[in-house]
């Protein structure tokens, strides 16, 4: 796989590597520098994918970092240094521009980077070309363990990126355990009221849950056949009023029969940050793994996901529940 990182605003190749990242025992050996214990400088990032799951799995670090280190400043790129850097760049693993992460005309990839980073209150900065020598990404990190892929890819065993990057970055052991990198969203104060209201008027003061039937990836757009695997957590909350979308007719399915009292998020046109919001409050999550469940955890929201991958290597989420496809349960 090949390692990149940005240098005076250029992606630069630092070559070929077993996996993306460091070997987490070179980082305690003291090979591999990390941030000094009292840091108070700058910590540019940017991420190298820009959907809304990539985003949010990376979203909790901020906070995480200011967590260890009180006096750091971070950054993060402005929409216009984004699209000018992924316009350098529209081949070498990133698609066809930042726009390869767009999900429709009106939901681009820069919607995607509001939707998970406005209201941030640990971003100090929006910086854009020429503020800074070194930006870091996403492919810093350092694993804990590798597993082999199919004949000739390696991926890291299941440890959520947010930590594999935090541990580059001088998290320990224990840090990683007391400090919290879920996905965090943070919500203004009109956003919460004008959301509340919003769930008020279709559930009143019920608890509430959400439902996700879809897929981004093309061969699993559609129904799965193994939907049945999610029946016996879906049987714990039957006849909660739901929030859901899917992209097939629940009518005359055995999720009609579990949840009689559906509110189509399709039919009542809300924002993904109104989505969002409604996700990350509700009782439970259930469905097909997604990004925007990905993002709607992190909260007091109980996830459990059929995932059709065999593992999910660093995209797992702390406190989730992920079904395998082969009856496999594994809980993160």
Request: charged share 30%; net charge negative; aromatic share 16%.
């Amino acid at each position: 796989m090949r390692q990149w990182t940005i240098i005076n605003d250029q992606l630069r190749d630092l070559g070929e590597r077993t996996y993306v990242g460091y070997s987490y025992e070179d980082i305690k050996a003291g090979k591999v520098e990390v941030l000094p214990e009292d840091y108070d400088g700058w910590f540019p990032f940017a991420r190298l994918c820009y959907s809304i799951g990539d985003l949010a799995i990376t979203s909790g670090i901020f906070e995480a970092l200011k967590s260890k280190y009180p006096k750091i400043k971070i950054a993060w790129p402005s929409d216009q240094y984004l699209r000018n850097f992924h316009a350098r760049y529209p081949g070498i693993g990133f698609g066809n521009g930042i726009d390869h992460w767009n999900y429709s005309d009106k939901v681009t990839s820069i919607d995607n980077v509001h939707s998970i980073m406005d209201n941030n209150p640990h971003i100090d900065y929006y910086f854009n070309e020429g503020e800074f020598d070194h930006i870091f990404t996403d492919h810093e990190r350092a694993y804990t363990s590798l597993q082999q892929v199919g004949d000739d890819h390696i991926r890291s065993a299941d440890e959520p990126m947010a930590e594999q990057i935090l541990r580059r970055f001088g998290f320990n052991d224990d840090d990683i355990k007391n400090i919290d990198s879920t996905p965090k969203i943070y919500f203004t104060k009109e956003e919460e009221v004008e959301f509340d209201k919003i769930i008020k008027s279709h559930v009143g003061d019920n608890e509430y849950g959400c439902l996700l039937f879809a897929g981004r990836v093309e061969k699993y757009k559609g129904r799965w056949d193994t939907e049945t695997l999610l029946f016996e957590d879906a049987e714990r909350f039957k006849n909660k009023p739901v929030f859901y979308y899917s992209q097939f007719d629940l009518e005359n399915t055995k999720w009609e029969e579990f949840f009689p009292n559906r509110i189509n998020f399709a039919e009542i046109g809300l924002s993904i940050r109104a989505q969002l919001y409604i996700k990350r409050k509700a009782l439970f999550n259930l469905g097909y793994q997604a990004g925007i469940t990905d993002a709607s955890s992190g909260g007091d929201s109980e996830v459990i996901s059929l995932t059709p991958y065999t593992t999910m290597h660093e995209c797992v989420v702390r406190n989730t529940k992920c079904i395998f496809f082969d009856g496999r349960v594994k809980h993160f």
